[in-house]
């Protein structure tokens, strides 16, 4: 069975610094890319960052520069490093893997976490 379990959100000030990460169970972790996608209530799930199996890392425009995505292959695990954040960061984050490639598309994932909810204040 498998299973995406995120864990890091919680409530910080602008500004300041997040570390989101994403457990994988059940899965060849390195056969998949591992993403971010967060919403926020009433709007769409949107991509944030990527990380396919070749450690090429893709990022939504806006997000380029402050957020950071990371796997470690040997655990099992995918990190989102958010820095700077600001209030409109604020959203339930989920981590999601699909086979190999990442692509900004939340219909191409198979699998998804549970979420974790970031609210940023200011």
């Known amino acids: 069975q498998v299973q995406l379990v995120e864990s890091g959100g919680g409530l910080v000030q602008a500004g300041t610094s997040l570390r989101l990460s994403c457990v994988a169970s059940?899965?060849?972790?390195?056969?998949?890319?591992m993403a971010w996608f967060r919403q926020v209530p009433g709007k769409e799930r949107e991509f944030v960052a990527g990380?396919?199996?070749?450690?090429?890392?893709y990022f939504a425009n806006s997000l380029l520069g402050r957020f950071k995505i990371s796997r470690d292959n040997a655990k099992g695990t995918a990190s989102l490093q958010m820095d700077r954040v600001k209030p409109e960061d604020t959203a339930v984050y989920y981590c999601?893997?699909?086979?190999?490639?990442?692509?900004?598309?939340?219909?191409?994932?198979?699998?998804w976490g549970q979420g974790t909810q970031v609210t940023v204040s200011a």
């Open positions: 999601a893997a699909r086979l190999f490639h990442v692509t900004r598309s939340m219909s191409d994932y198979e699998y």
């Open positions: 059940g899965v060849s972790f390195n056969r998949y890319a």
């Open positions: 990380i396919s199996v070749n450690w090429a890392g």
